[in-house]
């Protein structure tokens, strides 16, 4: 179930507000288990299975490392823990991907298992991962409660592409956490708002990409089209979900972390992937990094560090040689920066920083983009002119034309312009009163054109899904 559906919007989640809103506190997370567990059975009626018995062995983990809480033994529970959830998703996503080479290697035949990905599982784990690491380290108590455990785990919002959020963030909020129509009103906001740049922005970029892919009159113009589109689409495709996540747990009472601070204004790639996907980078940074030594080791282990960071987070987004590259090639690019590049670049005017930072992020979605490495290959070859296709085509001009106000729109909503103009109007009294006015309206037409969208269209994917 899509938080962009019909089904979402106008059943699900009115059916599962009156619910909570209705029952008494000490009955609230019960209701939202239920209806995340109705959530994602809907989605993934199989793997149900595998997310509730991944919960019940992150909790039955927690009980054991808190029962040797202090003690040297504790680590048995704690590896253990780690073991068996990476062992589902070491199984799941990348069992093919490791047959796969084997057989081109060794020049064997060994058949591939062809499994689903269960929905979510990347994002899951890591949660259930980032518990049972708290307990260990003394940062997070032991959650007697598998009713209030699993609905950390699998509380729809956020379960199936994030923010990734760990226990200790909504720790207390499990237990207590205050209700307001304030808070529900931050919420609806955010979440309309996420909606809007899932639906009106990332789904028609998505659409340049189909185009793309289905056209014959490709050229240089056409292939950098494709991929500035893709660059925007999982902008606004990944951040309009995280947004919409956020507002739903305000909804609820709950404050998820951020994951998006408008990457696009980066002046770095260091910058840029401190406001891209921020709750990814951070666990890596606090759970693999930081525990390896960060940069408080010799320069060679310093080196070492940030590529092991930046192998795992090219991997944990797919079981494939081109997400790995595209991981690695962030990993020399932040290595670059760190020990000489970064100091070149401050003597740069801040326009080419940021031309510099945003030529590389196109590039390497290019890489994040493609089904393979060969196929990554091709389309750069197309956009530096190494293809036998022409500079500009009818296509390419065509298509550029029709899209060019969502690109406008989508370069615009990328920045913070339009937050900044509202800061900026809310701090004059009189236009206050006027936004405080036409807001509730505004969000109701944006609702009325999302719903006009969602009825007539067809293309509707969450990219990270496949995550």
Known sequence: MLFSSITFLYFFLPIVLGLYFAVPFRFKNFILLIASL???FAGEPIYSILMVA?????????LWIGKWKGQAKAKIPLISSIVFGLAG????KYTDFFLDNINGIFGTSIGLLKLALPIGISFYTFQILSYTIDVYL???AVQKSFLDFTTYVAFFPQLIAGPIVRYTQIEAELASRTHSVENFALGVRRFLVGLGKKVLIANVLGEVGNLFSQSTDKSVLFYWIAAIAFTLHIYFDFSGYSDMAIGLGRIFGFKFPENFNYPFISRSVTEFWRRWHMSLSTWFRDYIYIPLGGNRVSQWKHIRNIFAVWLLTGFWHGASWNFIVWGLMFGVL???EKFFLARLLEKLPKFCRHIYVMFLVVISFVIFNANSMGEALVNLKGMFGFADVPLISSD??????SYAVVFILAIIGSTPLIRNLGNKLSANARSEKVLNVAEPVLLAALLIVVTAFLIDGSFNPFLYFRF
């Open 38 to 40: 109705f959530f994602y």
């Open 138 to 140: 003394g940062k997070a």
């Open 396 to 401: 390419a001009l065509y298509y550029l034309r």
């Open 89 to 92: 998703l070491l199984f799941f």
């Open 54 to 62: 991944s919960s019940l062995s992150g909790w039955l983990h927690g």
């Open 334 to 336: 932040l290595i670059l």
